[in-house]
């Protein structure tokens, strides 16, 4: 079965710093490509990165880049998403999205784990102005 199960979400002043985790599991992890999107009240899901595990390419969105790093921890099929300099517009829902994958990661491989990957239950950003 397949399971991601995020963490680290939370409420931080503008300007500061969270660390999103998703520990995945129900995948051989070498073959998937995991990522994050987010969804503000009234608002569409927005893809924010995704890493392809098979060559650690990664992919970011504009409004993120420079400010939100993400990594893989393959030993303990953990994914993680360091979030700096974050601002209001920030605030959102964040999900953990997976599926089975073997490239380089892309925009398009973002969208497609948004919109059919296996995903968490969510974790809440929030951040102050």
């Known amino acids: 079965e397949v399971q991601l199960v995020e963490s680290g979400g939370g409420l931080v002043q503008a300007g500061g710093s969270l660390r999103l985790s998703c520990a995945a599991s129900g995948f051989t992890f070498g073959d998937i490509a995991i990522g994050w999107f987010r969804q503000a009240p009234g608002k569409e899901p927005e893809d924010v990165s995704c890493?392809?595990?098979?060559?650690?390419?990664?992919y970011y969105t504009d409004a993120v880049k420079g400010r939100f790093t993400i990594s893989s921890d393959n030993a303990k099929n953990t994914m993680y998403l360091q979030m700096n300099m974050l601002g209001p517009d920030d605030t959102a829902v964040y999900y953990c999205?997976?599926?089975?994958?073997?490239?380089?990661?892309?925009?398009?491989?973002?969208?497609?784990?948004?919109?059919?990957?296996?995903r968490g239950q969510g974790t809440q950003v929030t951040v102050s102005s």
């Open positions: 890493i392809s595990i098979s060559d650690g390419s990664t």
């Open positions: 999205a997976a599926g089975r994958f073997r490239g380089s990661a892309s925009k398009t491989l973002a969208t497609l784990l948004t919109r059919a990957g296996f």
